[in-house]
């Protein structure tokens, strides 16, 4: 992973874009769509050896903080907020993290690309055709 992730990065919800047909597209309801565009998160990578450490801790009551560890083009089980448990594969390509997330049991692939200009990290999920763009502030 690029040097340039290591550190801590805060959400910017004011420049999200997206999200409304990026819910729609995945089957989120109205409810959790604007779950989603209220949830300011602080997201920190940290690397030790070939093992990197995510961690995010949301400003929401209620959501607990969720930490993972991985190690690149390797498939983990992943816990999401909302009790989803996809597989995970993280990899880098051409500078930005790719983050494959596949749910069997449903049979829904989406993708997770993480790219950073100066000081800003430009975080695009995509399924269906649709995206949700987001704009985390280095701290």
Known sequence: MADAFIGKWNVDLSSTTGLDDFGAAIGFSAERIETYRKLSYTLEFTKSGDTFTASVTFDA??????TYSFKLGETFDYNSIDGTKP??????????IVEKYKLEDKDKEWETVRDISGSVMTSTTTYGGKS???????A
């Open 61 to 66: 009551e209620g959501i607990p903080p969720q």
């Open 87 to 96: 597989k995970l594969t993280i990899t880098e390509d051409g500078g930005k």
């Open 132 to 138: 949700v763009v987001q704009k985390l502030n280095k």
